[in-house]
């Protein structure tokens, strides 16, 4: 039944090949992608044609690679770039939450960390419209007020950055406080009774052992970013994310481009994740 | 000195709440303020708001409205179960069973495709799954069907997509607190003679209650609120709730309507965790952790 103690092999046998049909159905779809994003033929399924790069280099009007067409790549930089902020906002805002929450004792305390949760459980669609109505209101109220017209309250990129902001706390402050939590207090008692202020304690002694924690929520609210819709699709302006580029191209005009940008973000994720695996081994 | 460091520690607690305070009233307290006042707003003759119940009654008197927003709750209650049964013996099976070497390595593939994103693997399935998708090609190939089978676009095609898309969600939770449950526990019932069966029931399970309750929730949460598998997996009749909301936003501009199924929305996915939490006797705080 577990490891240390012993199992008949039917039941080995078939446990083995349960988990090996869940992982196929898991990974049917990464692989089906990656092989046809090579297949030599203009439409985006089989049959299986040759051999081709084209769909990442052909400069051709017909087949127009990855890296020729120029809308794609916009869309790849407005993501990195919306990632970027994203996550730092996200890292900034939700470390301090984290600090907040685990080391500091106020009044409504319970209710702030209530709210703090909430972004877990409202569905990112909700999130999306309820920062586009909140935006095109303010929008109005100051334009009939002043007479200004403030481009920040529509739908543009900063408007989406706040939206993927808006969850993206949450996420790093639970990381975050994880480690929090396995942090020994009495080393910032030590600094505080050796003269340190408040702030040079958390500076000197209570960052340094949340670094890896830091580290790896920036890179989880990146990814995060990276791949939303459904918050992005509502308050997005006239440069689209990946993402959204990707969904109208998927629903109105697939072409093999699809298979070869899936082909390239999967490789990009597998790597990393590769590098992950080794990383924390070698900690071990 | 005393006083000194009093007011340092104000400082500090200031720094550290003010952050946070603008996050949560800003970006999560005034926009659902905003949703929940325009749900009961709707243009009069004159082109001005006006305070009317209209968006609900639309909502309570047209039946596709009501009949998807059943349809909706009831599929990602299915779909959640569904993950559950699917998942939990890959999480028993890589926490307990297999080598440990073995699991860290499939535990890196597990993450793949989380990390690649949703609409990446969405677009697999319609590569899989098309009329002349890879499947339909396999399975003529080698002669088992004449025809393609028509799997896309259907609700068959659209369950694929929320399960795959929410699964790992499950193992995860469940796997997490399966690690953490002492061998020697299934040890001794062996040694006293229990069943498989009663094993199973009486020590795993409940034991790893409280991660298959944080699983079951993040799975129903990502279900009830995605789009894309609905979208662009389902067929026209596979009606989804997120769906309309985003065609009053995004085709019909009716946005005062749109809020309001927002707010329905809302309260069915958090009234049915809330139910879930009070009958598992769970705290919404586990969840995140």
Known sequence: MIRSLPSSPLYRIGYGVYAFLFFTFLLMPLIAISILAFNDSNFISLPWNGFTTDWFFSVTDERQGVFADEELIASIFTSISTGFFVALLSTLVGTLAALLFEEEQFRLKGLLYFLALAPLVIPGVILGISLLLTATSAGNHIEDTFGLDVELFRPNYWLVVLGQFSFGVTYVMLLVSARLKKFDRTLEEAALSLKATRLEAIWYVTLPFLRPAIMGAFVVAFILSFSNINTTIFLIGSDPTLPIDLYSRIRFSSTPVLNAVSFLIVLTISGLAIINFFANRSKK | ?289
């Open chain 2, 1 to 289: 000195m005393m006083q000194n460091n009093k007011k340092n520690l104000n400082i500090t607690f200031y720094l550290l709440i003010v952050p946070v305070l603008i996050w949560l009233i800003f970006m999560i307290v005034i926009p659902h303020a905003e949703l929940f006042i325009s749900s009961f707003q709707v243009e009069d003759d004159s082109g001005d708001m006006v305070f009317s119940f209209g968006n609900y009654i639309d909502f309570f008197t047209q039946k596709i409205y009501w009949f998807t927003f059943v349809k909706t709750a009831a599929y990602s209650i299915g779909v959640t179960l569904l993950a559950f049964i699917i998942a939990f013996p890959i999480a028993f099976y890589l926490s307990k069973v297999t080598s440990k070497k073995n699991a860290a390595f499939l535990i890196l593939l597990l993450l793949i495709p989380l990390w690649v994103g949703e609409l990446v693997t969405v677009y697999g399935w319609i590569v899989l799954l098309g009329d002349h998708g890879i499947i339909n090609h396999f399975l003529m190939t080698i002669g088992i069907i004449n025809e393609p089978i028509n799997m896309l676009y259907t609700n068959f095609s659209m369950v694929i997509g929320l399960l795959y898309m929410s699964m790992l969600f499950m193992v995860i939770p469940v796997m997490s607190t399966l690690q953490s449950m002492d061998d020697s526990l299934i040890e001794a019932a062996c040694d006293l003679g229990a069943s498989k069966w009663d094993i199973f029931t009486k020590i795993i399970i409940p034991y790893s209650m409280p991660g298959i309750t944080s699983g079951a929730i993040i799975v129903f949460m990502l279900v009830i609120g995605d789009y894309l598998a609905p979208n662009l997996l389902g067929g026209k009749n596979s009606l989804w709730f997120t769906e309309q909301i985003y065609n009053n936003f995004l085709q019909t501009f009716n946005w005062n309507e749109g809020a309001a199924f927002g707010f329905l929305l809302l309260i069915l996915s958090s009234g049915i965790i809330w139910l879930a939490l009070k009958l598992s006797g769970q705290k919404l705080e586990k969840v995140g952790a």
